[in-house]
């Protein structure tokens, strides 16, 4: 501890980086899961296809990866690129996975209220369906996100930094302060950033909330919430 406290500037830096490789990949993953995800929920032989294509590419050891991308897309070995790719192909296929049970999660009566009321299959997924599978999606990507943040430090085996840095100079040195300040940082950092991400999940879905005086479960209710005042 008292490590961290005396180098704690240089551990902030590692930090950045960190943070950098670790949330860039999950916003990648969120652009390219959550339209395939969708697209792909009602189609049953294209979901199964994804979804055994996704945990496929989850199975690659994240080691192999690092040292794989580098040499598919031309890289350098040290380029940090090579571990948001990697680590963005993981984002990819574990939330590719989850979107469509998250939508699968809204109530039937309530997809049928929106397509009584006149809504286009493109609006009621935009507006109604994801809006509703964000308490289930938010849990997801509090996975993923804690994951990445996880998986950064094995990057620090190649060479590319972040707080895995403080494993591998306080391996090299023998220095077990540094490795320490190393555990304690990154496990501070995964549950920050799930905390943050709970609260975000709340934020955005007021109608999981009780005490409104009406029931939560009623599909116009739900879609009055969701839609928000005429």
């Keep these: 501890m008292r490590w961290l406290i005396d180098n ?7 930090t950045e980086t960190h943070l950098y490789l670790a949330l860039l990949p999950l916003l990648i993953g969120l652009v390219v899961a959550v339209p395939l995800g969708t697209a792909v929920r009602n189609v049953s032989w294209l979901r199964k296809t994804t979804t055994t294509v996704a945990s ?6 994240s080691l192999a990866l690092f040292v794989t991308v580098p040499a598919v897309f031309g890289l350098d070995v040290l380029d940090k690129n090579n571990v948001v790719i990697a680590l963005a192909i993981y984002s990819s296929a574990l939330l590719v996975r989850a979107v469509p049970e998250a939508l699968d999660s809204v109530p039937a009566e309530v997809i049928d209220s929106a397509t009584a009321m006149g809504f286009t299959p493109l609006r009621r997924a935009l507006t109604v369906e994801l809006p509703l599978a964000l308490p289930v999606l938010i849990s997801n990507i509090r996975v993923v996100a804690v994951t990445n943040i996880s998986l950064v430090s094995v990057g620090s085996v190649i060479g590319i930094g972040g707080l895995g840095e403080l494993f591998t100079k306080g391996y ?11 555990i304690i940082a990154i496990v501070f950092l995964a549950l920050v950033f799930d905390a943050l991400l709970y609260l975000v999940g709340r934020v955005l879905t007021p ?24």
């Design 56 to 61: 496929v590419a989850f199975t690659i050891p």
């Design 172 to 182: 090299q040195r023998d220095y077990p302060d540094q490795i320490l300040a190393g």
């Design 207 to 230: 109608w999981t909330r009780t005490g409104k005086g009406r029931k939560a479960t009623d599909p116009v209710n739900v879609l009055r919430d969701v839609e928000g005042p005429a």
């Design 8 to 14: 704690f500037s240089y551990v902030v830096d590692l």
